[in-house]
């Protein structure tokens, strides 16, 4: 029989009370409190990873999860819910930090164009109404810039959630009448750029644009 043993880590599974877990080591990050209060307010209980625990001289201590136990301490208002726990006993505390400074070395972020497709197979509104948009010009959503798409996905995501959907439309109306539909016209500046001026000055360049009209009819 072959033994796989060593590509399985030495570990166990426990459910362990938040008050019961130490974090806040010296390798660690501070905590963002932004973060967490943005996460609770979309807490989503399929998104919580396991917490990664090293248990030395009968303390846990936390080497990745700190922000998880926080959000979740937050958002059940109390340090008495447990957490799902893979708790190492054999490791010191330079282990520790090794491992959290390399545990993203050789993983693969999702980009953004990644994450919108994912949400737009999830059914997910905001995508789903965005992309029904830009195809309604006739644009596609696209990986790489090329003629007749978008590929600055994120800022189209941060244009909608920052102003509304009707600055959205207006922006690439904007960028379409402007620019021809050049592909250049759609990059991130340029599309949050116009976007913050309709926000700011809609209503004065509306007024402009009907004076203009009613000065060249005349």
């Not at 994912?118 to 644009?139: C, F, M, P, R």
Request: glycine residues 6%; negative net charge.
């Amino acid at each position: 029989m072959d033994d796989f043993s060593e590509f399985v880590p030495n570990v166990r599974f426990e459910q362990i009370p938040i008050k019961n877990l130490v974090s806040n080591q010296e390798y660690q990050r501070n905590l963002s409190e932004t973060h967490i209060l943005r996460a609770a307010e979309h807490f989503d209980l399929y998104q919580i990873n396991p917490v990664k625990v090293s248990r030395r001289n009968g303390i846990n201590y936390v080497f990745n999860g700190q922000h998880t136990i926080e959000i979740v301490a937050l958002v059940s208002r109390s340090r008495e819910t447990p957490v799902w726990c893979m708790v190492y006993d054999d490791l010191s505390y330079k282990g520790e930090a090794d491992i959290f400074a390399n545990q993203l070395k050789y993983t693969k972020p999702l980009l953004p164009y990644e994450i919108f497709m994912a949400n737009i197979e999830a059914g997910n509104d905001q995508q789903l109404l965005i992309k029904n948009l830009v195809e309604s010009y006739g644009l596609e959503l696209m990986n790489n810039k090329m003629p007749g798409g978008i590929c600055a996905v994120s800022a189209l995501e941060y244009i909608y959630e920052t102003y509304d959907y009707h600055v959205l439309d207006r922006t690439l109306r904007l960028c379409i009448g402007t620019w021809d539909g050049d592909s250049n016209a759609f990059s991130a500046n340029i599309m949050k750029g116009i976007a913050h001026l309709i926000a700011t000055f809609g209503e004065e360049m509306r007024r402009n644009i009907q004076r203009e009209s009613w000065s060249s009819s005349h």
